[in-house]
Structures are given as structure tokens and as C-alpha cells.
């Protein structure tokens, strides 16, 4: 069965700090993709990047950048130089033939 | 080109009533997605829907149900309203069952 696992439940850091996110998924596709999202306070689900497993080269997007590494089933989020802007929580999600199945999410506090 | 919308904002019902929710998919898109973010339970998919044709449903008891009409717009209803129902209700378009999902900005119910 697909599962996510986000084990950070909180993480806090001070602006410009640079942060990762982890998360581990479990899988029996032999090809798939990985999302993550971002819910600030407001409660809309941010798309932020899909993932295909058949590409495992870095992505980089400004102050963002994802580390997709197939051996260990990872797909790491990592902001660079935090910004108070950032605060949310943070969800990564695997789908399920039609749905998709979300980690418990990483709530992310960036401090001024 | 708009975003997901959602209607209304926030809706509060007593125990026993019947809500109705509504979303409006991206332009072009043809499927939609309900999905519940109830606090402790994290995000779990209720319904989708694709060409007006309920394709899966999550585990929810049959209380909870929708429709998409003609223009892709999508109603999710919930009888008998119960306090365990309180909750984010999410809806998400896409192009088809196997595209990125584009959430709303949600609809949150309290059940009194």
C-alpha cells in the first residue's frame, strides 16, 4: 500500500536559516510520482512540485530546491535562507491510482 | 486564469442539519476531488468525480456524497450532520485522474 511518512511534526528556525524537510514513501509502483504542498494559515494546499521517479536529478526553484533519491525512498525539501513568508505547514503526497495519500505534514515556524 | 473556488467560506450547522459545499474547478479541467483535513486526522480523500461520474470514493459513510454537473462544478453534501463532521473540506481540480491537483482555498464547517 502507498504511505508517506513526514516524521519532523515541528520544526522551528530563525529567518534566513536554511531548513529540510524529510519525507520517506513506501511504494509497489515501479513508477510514480511525489508532490509537495504548502498549507500556510490561511488553509489553501499550495502546489510546489511534482516529482517522476524516473527523474532523480536535483530540483532547484530559487530559494527551494528537492533531493529525489530512489534508494531510499526519500524526497527531501529543502528552503534556502529562510523568510517569515515560509511558515506553514508542509505536506508531501504520493498518489493512489486517482487520490492522493498525504504525510501527516511538517508544520515549518520561521522566526524574525 | 482563476484558481479553484470554493463556496462558502466557512458554514455552521447544528447537529442532525445538512450542509452543502461547492467548488468550481481551473478552467479545463474535468475532475474533482473532495478531500476532509479534520484536526488530528490529517488529509484524507472523500470523492472524485471526472465527466460527472463519481469515479472512487475514500472511507466515509454514504451520508457524504456529491455530484459534478454538466459545466465541472462539483456539490458535496453531508446529512445528518454529526460534530465529528467539523473539518477543512478541500476541493481539487485536474485535468484527469492522473494530473496535478490544484486545491481550493477550502470551506470550513462547525458542527454545533
Known amino acids: 500500500a502507498q504511505k508517506v511518512t513526514q516524521a519532523q511534526t515541528e520544526i522551528s528556525v530563525v529567518e534566513k536559516e536554511d531548513v529540510t524537510l524529510d519525507c520517506v514513501y513506501e511504494?509497489?509502483?515501479?513508477?510514480?510520482?511525489l508532490f509537495w504542498y504548502k498549507q500556510p494559515p490561511s488553509g489553501e494546499l499550495v502546489f510546489l512540485i511534482r516529482r517522476n521517479s524516473f527523474d532523480e536529478q536535483n530540483e532547484i526553484s530559487g530559494r527551494y530546491s528537492w533531493n529525489f533519491q530512489k534508494s531510499t525512498s526519500s524526497f527531501n525539501f529543502t528552503i534556502t535562507a529562510s523568510q517569515v513568508v515560509d511558515s506553514a505547514v508542509y505536506f508531501c503526497?504520493?498518489?493512489?491510482?486517482?487520490?492522493?495519500?498525504f504525510g501527516t505534514g511538517t508544520r515549518l515556524q520561521v522566526f524574525p | 486564469e482563476a484558481g479553484v473556488t470554493q463556496s462558502p467560506t466557512h458554514l455552521i450547522k447544528t447537529r442532525g442539519q445538512q450542509a452543502t459545499l461547492r467548488c468550481s474547478p481551473i478552467?479545463?479541467?474535468?475532475?474533482v476531488y473532495w478531500y476532509q483535513q479534520a484536526l488530528g486526522l490529517g488529509l484524507q480523500f472523500l470523492l472524485w468525480y471526472d465527466e460527472g461520474e463519481e469515479r472512487n470514493r475514500g472511507n466515509f459513510p454514504p451520508r457524504f456524497s456529491g455530484r459534478q454537473f454538466p459545466n465541472y462544478s462539483s456539490e458535496l453534501n453531508v446529512n445528518a450532520l454529526e460534530l465529528e463532521d467539523s473539518a477543512l473540506y478541500l476541493c481539487a481540480s485536474s485535468y484527469s485522474g492522473a494530473d496535478t491537483q490544484y486545491f481550493g482555498p477550502g470551506t470550513r464547517l462547525t458542527v454545533l
Open positions: 503526497a504520493l498518489p493512489n491510482t486517482d487520490k492522493l495519500i
Open positions: 478552467s479545463g479541467h474535468t475532475s
Open positions: 511504494t509497489r509502483d515501479t513508477t510514480y510520482y
